[in-house]
């Protein structure tokens, strides 16, 4: 039985609390072994995770943060004994080679996943999507607040509630209400 995927959503909050998962494939699961790749907010992580008892430990783990990645700089490399071995600069976590996939394939995931998310940044947003954008961060915001109270996401959460206050009388004159 591999493991539950509530287990493996759990071990991201903790791992990466002010985070959002967009994405996430599986790679290879066995027993209680799990290998994945992971899209974030910002970055990309390959995981390995096994369950042990209640727990959730961490084998393995290669994080590419999008501000640190260039196109092409992600590696992919088979070995007959050893399994698959992604790498990115000098960071290295190693997959089993039972799955059945090329090494390309998840090359080009985290590749693709990576292009994505930069042209995410770049494009020109309309008032529509800025709006989105902001009421996302003022949800996360909001959520970190329930779990903690740090006075920096307080001033966070009401700089981003001005803002989209802002941004919506901005819209409501542009679209003449």
């Known amino acids: 039985m591999a493991l539950e995927p ?6 991201m909050r903790d791992a990466y609390p002010t985070q959002e998962v967009h994405d996430r494939v599986e790679w290879h699961a066995e027993g209680t072994m799990t290998q994945c790749f992971v899209r974030l907010d910002d970055r990309v992580v390959l995981i390995h995770l096994v369950g042990e008892g209640e727990r959730t430990v961490l084998k393995g783990r290669l994080e590419i943060p ?12 088979p070995s007959p004994r050893a399994g698959i071995r992604f790498r990115h600069r000098t960071n290295e976590v190693t997959f089993s080679n039972r799955a059945g996939r090329a ?7 985290v590749e693709r996943w990576l292009t994505e998310m930069r042209a995410d940044m770049t494009q020109p947003r309309t008032q529509t999507q800025q709006l989105s954008g902001l009421r996302a961060s003022l949800t996360r915001v909001s959520k970190q607040l329930e779990t903690a109270t740090l006075e920096p996401a307080k001033k966070e959460l009401k700089g981003i509630s001005a803002t989209l206050e802002r941004c919506e009388a901005d819209l409501g004159r542009a679209l003449g209400e």
């Not at 999008?66 to 490399?77: F, H, V």
């Open 6 to 11: 509530r287990r493996i959503e759990r071990w």
């Open 66 to 77: 999008l501000d640190l990645w260039k196109p092409g700089s992600t590696q992919a490399t």
């Open 103 to 109: 090494p390309e394939y998840g090359r080009n995931l």
